[in-house]
């Protein structure tokens, strides 16, 4: 397993402007792949129901599930990883995410 394990996130219910203003968030680095970028953040920052939200409005918008990172992972690819995040990766893959191997 890498990287961090999903934090746990305590406290009141997000609002939806609160979740939709994660789709405003910009990478520091101009190479990251924003979309990727916004994920991760939202990841790190919501509980799993907010998340789930989060991604429908990620999707409404046009944005890329299947993002990638720097080194060609989908933001599926690192969740997968994590023990704790089923609810994460379950809310991706509802939503039509696919891990890197499976074809991206």
Do not use: C
Not at 75 to 93: M, N, P, T
């Amino acid at each position: 397993m890498s990287g961090p394990e999903k934090p746990k996130v305590i406290g009141e219910e997000w609002s939806d402007e609160r979740v939709r203003s994660f789709l405003a968030i910009t990478p520091y680095d101009a190479s990251e792949n924003p979309d990727y970028h916004v994920l991760l953040k939202a990841y790190h920052a919501m509980r799993a129901e907010d998340f789930q939200r989060f991604i429908s409005f990620f999707v409404a918008e046009g944005r890329d599930l299947n993002a990638v990172n720097g080194q060609g992972e989908t933001i599926l690819d690192l969740i997968a990883g994590h023990r704790r995040s089923e609810a994460y990766a379950e809310a991706l893959v509802q939503a039509g995410a696919i891990t890197a191997a499976a074809g991206h």
